[in-house]
C-alpha cells in the first residue's frame, strides 16, 4: 500500500515546478504564476526549453498509448504534446 502511495505522489509531482524554478526556465516572470499553479499548462515550454525530464517525457508517451493516468494529463492532450515534440 504505501509503495502505491509513493508512486501516486511522485506521478502527481511531474510537470511540476516553482514559481521561481518557472521565472529561471522562461527567462522572466510572466506567466510563472500561472505555470506554477497549472503544470500541464506548461508542458509545451518544458519541452520547448529542454527542461521536460526523462521521466516526464516518458509519462506523456505512456499516457497517450493508454498504458498509464496522470492526473491533469489526459490521452487526448498527451496526443497532441507528441504530435508537436521536435523529432529527435
Known sequence: MAKAKRKAE???ALFRRTESQWERILGHD???AF???LPTAGIG?????GE????EIA???AVAEGRAEHEQLT???AVRILADMPAD
Open 10 to 12: 511522485n506521478t502527481a
Open 30 to 32: 510572466r506567466g510563472a
Open 35 to 37: 505555470f506554477a499553479a
Open 45 to 49: 515550454a518544458l519541452i520547448e526549453r
Open 52 to 55: 521536460a525530464t526523462p521521466a
Open 59 to 61: 509519462m506523456i508517451h
Open 75 to 77: 490521452a487526448e492532450r
